[in-house]
């Protein structure tokens, strides 16, 4: 009797034990996903079936959830931690737990609903009545038979549209001419497969890894929509960063992603655009957070670069984190913005153990200073073809995770003391509007920085993404300046 009542609780307790120790983060490429999306209404119909009730489509998916939850407790980062309040904690929780409900939880449901009506249907036809509540023959009995078929119908239409969105691939579009390039690929780093975006109109032209800025982020959007030009005269390699976007597959295990392996990532990347395209050296552009790690792999191995460019240089963001929380808390005291002002007192000046205590200062950059035209925000990587479904999940959980793990590790690199010289041509380009402490901070190094060619660029107007906000003036200062003087070393 115990066993045959405990029989329909042990395959969503399988289940749920096998997927947190296989996909602890919930299913993170296609294939994983279309295998849970099967797997669940496989397991949902088993557990009904034996069940014989309805209740099955609540008690398999908790069952589920319960034992999944316990067992993937050794992963890290907001989108598998306890859920927390503001905006980043609800993306956390819809990004993570809430996708992940509707690759193995909804499925489930839909099983065990499918599962139990079986059963039913063949034990009233065994016994030679109607089946559900139709056998009672009232109209209310009916009604509500023909309802909960109907909603067990789009549910299941729903799950079947899922399956169809996870199955499509991302895309980019081709390109025309016998030597153009255009793809979609992932190589090699360590134990690792990046995303890498390979865009150009002649693959013999000069080669240029570009590396995006925050931790666990994902451009490729933002690349397309506003420096397609750079293709006319580079082959231009966009990276997704290790937990971001198309890489956030990659980002277990969580200690191991620090800036050395950020720079060997980077350093994989350019041997193996330098293979790929029979190159000596390319040129490497980065921004914002990415410029720490882009630098280091410069001075590690200047033999690969043409040259560096960095766009929103990062000197000591530690540092900058410190001056901008002054910075906002007067602002927010001074314009009696006493929610802002309570929420910077409550977290205390940086640096914080997560993301969640610089959420206050960073949602409020805009307000503080004069940002920019916002151009080149998550939203365009978000509308991009060039990343699939599940990889615009991970452009907000890749954000949150990645940077939770990584930034701690990061933000007491200081180039002042760190980097003195390069021994390839350094450019820097900023926004006009750039948060001063860290335009101070670049000032400081840059005017100690030894290369053999060096140069700074302001762009007014333009803020913290100005190669976003002002793509022409950007594209005439790579293809004028930093092309030229590539080519003359």
């Known amino acids: 009797m115990i066993l045959n009542r405990m029989a329909p609780v042990l395959p969503p307790l399988v289940w749920g034990a096998v997927a947190g120790v296989s996909t602890p983060r919930g299913p993170l490429t296609p294939a994983a996903a279309l295998t849970s999306i099967g797997l669940s209404l496989v397991v949902g119909g088993v557990a009904g079936y ?10 398999s998916p908790a069952v589920f959830a319960i034992v999944f939850e316990i067992v993937r407790t050794g992963a890290e980062g907001p989108s598998v931690d306890a859920p927390q309040g503001g905006l980043f904690g609800v993306l956390a929780l819809l990004a993570g737990r809430g996708v992940h409900g509707l690759l193995a939880l909804l499925p489930m449901l839909v099983g065990a609903a499918c599962g139990a009506g079986l059963a039913r249907s063949g034990q009233g036809t065994r016994s030679g009545q109607g089946t559900g509540l139709a056998r009672s023959g009232s109209g209310a009995g009916r009604v509500q038979h023909w309802l909960g078929r109907t909603v067990i119908g ?3 239409m729903i799950v079947a549209a899922l399956a169809i969105g996870v199955a499509l691939p991302a895309s980019t579009a081709p390109i025309t001419g016998e030597r153009a390039v255009a793809e979609l690929t992932t190589i090699p780093s360590g134990s690792h497969r990046l995303g890498l975006m390979i865009r150009g109109r002649d693959t013999a032209k000069p080669v240029l890894l570009f590396l995006p800025g925050a931790p666990g982020a994902a451009e490729r959007g933002a690349v397309r929509r506003h420096l397609s030009a750079l293709e006319d005269h580079v082959v231009v390699a966009t990276l997704d960063r290790r937990g971001g976007g198309s890489s956030y597959p990659t980002l277990e295990p969580t200690a191991t992603l620090t800036p050395a392996s950020e720079t060997g990532d980077i350093l994989a990347a350019a041997n193996y655009l330098r293979t790929r395209f029979g190159k000596d050296r390319i040129y490497l552009l980065a921004h914002s957070g990415g410029t720490l790690p882009a630098v280091l792999a410069v001075q590690r191995r200047p033999e690969l670069f043409h040259a560096y460019v960095g766009v929103g240089q990062a000197v000591n963001t530690g540092a900058a984190d410190r001056v901008q929380y002054a910075d906002t808390l007067a602002w927010a005291r001074g314009h009696r913005d006493r929610d802002l002002a309570a929420a910077l007192e409550a977290v205390g000046p940086p640096p914080y153990a997560g993301m969640y205590g610089y959420e206050p200062m960073l949602l409020a950059e805009s307000k503080v200073y004069a940002t920019g035209n916002g151009q080149g925000g998550l939203d365009e990587s978000l509308a991009a073809t060039e990343y699939s479904l599940l990889d615009k999940v991970h452009l907000v959980t890749g954000f949150l995770d990645a940077y939770d793990r990584y930034y701690p590790k990061a933000r007491d690199l200081d180039l002042r003391t760190l980097v003195p010289r390069l021994a390839v041509p350094a450019y820097f380009i900023d926004g006009a509007d750039e948060v001063p402490a860290r335009s101070r901070l670049l000032d400081d ?7 053999p060619h060096k140069e700074h660029t302001v ?17 005439d200062i790579l293809v004028g300046r930093v092309l030229a003087t590539g080519v003359r070393t």
């Open 154 to 156: 789009v549910l299941a």
């Open 459 to 475: 762009l007014p107007g333009a803020g913290h993404r100005s190669l976003y906000e002002q793509p022409d003036r950007f594209t």
């Open 50 to 59: 034996l069940a014989r009730s309805r209740w099955a489509m609540i008690a």
């Open 445 to 451: 190094w840059y005017a100690t920085l030894v290369a």
